[in-house]
């Protein structure tokens, strides 16, 4: 079975998105990558350089990439839930399957008003499953050289 027969996910054919894809050069990004994790790095570290810190300016629009990469060009910086979107939006525009996912842990465990985390998770056809990709720490995460899901990570995590 095909992920996109599970799920529905937003067009890149669709008008913000050839214009995010094509105002940004998008296929460049990934040109000459031949794997998809390859490619999502390449992203990833794409959107690394649109803002330089991780900050906490807000704008109405947060869930519009192309308002947040122009803020961004404007001189503000964001924080995880912007990252994501931008991944996600970026992702999906170049034709991949991706979603954003909030994460967190019982608030009692760490300091108030910091109890989660959003990233991104990618479907990745050539390995059968979602990856995270965290656009916001410039990372993945691997177990015994294998990209992880958010389930492979939390299952990891109550396991060990």
Same mark, same amino acid.
């Given at each position: 079975?095909?992920?996109?027969?599970?799920?529905?996910?937003?067009?890149?054919?669709?008008?913000?998105?050839?214009?995010? &894809?094509? $105002?940004?050069?998008?296929?460049?990004?990934? !040109? #000459? $990558? $031949? /794997?998809?994790?390859?490619?999502?790095?390449?992203?990833? =570290?794409?959107? +690394?350089? &649109?803002?330089?810190?991780? #900050?906490? *300016? +807000?704008?109405?629009? /947060? =869930?519009?990439?192309?308002?947040?990469?122009?803020?961004?060009?404007? #001189?503000?910086?964001?924080? %995880?839930?912007? @990252?994501?979107?931008?991944?996600? +939006? %970026? !992702?999906?525009?170049?034709?991949?399957?991706? &979603? &954003?996912?909030?994460?967190?842990? =019982?608030?009692?465990?760490?300091?108030? #008003?910091?109890?989660?985390?959003?990233?991104?998770?990618?479907?990745? *056809?050539?390995? $059968?499953?979602?990856?995270?990709? *965290?656009?916001?720490?410039?990372?993945? @995460?691997?177990?015994?050289?294998?990209? +992880?899901? !958010?389930? *492979?990570?939390? =299952?990891?995590?109550?396991?060990?």
């Amino acid at each position: 079975m095909n992920i996109s027969d599970l799920f529905i996910f937003e067009s890149p054919d669709v008008p913000e998105m050839v214009e995010l &894809r094509e $105002k940004y050069s998008l296929e460049k990004v990934i !040109a #000459g $990558k $031949k /794997k998809e994790l390859d490619k999502f790095i390449a992203l990833r =570290n794409w959107i +690394q350089t &649109r803002w330089k810190v991780h #900050g906490y *300016d +807000q704008i109405p629009e /947060k =869930n519009n990439s192309l308002k947040i990469l122009e803020a961004a060009a404007e #001189g503000k910086v964001f924080e %995880c839930w912007y @990252y994501a979107t931008v991944f996600v +939006q %970026c !992702a999906t525009s170049l034709g991949f399957k991706a &979603r &954003r996912l909030a994460i967190g842990i =019982n608030p009692a465990c760490v300091r108030p #008003g910091n109890t989660g985390h959003i990233i991104a998770e990618i479907w990745s *056809d050539e390995l $059968k499953k979602w990856l995270v990709m *965290d656009a916001d720490a410039n990372c993945h @995460y691997e177990s015994e050289g294998i990209p +992880q899901s !958010a389930l *492979d990570i939390h =299952n990891i995590w109550v396991t060990h």
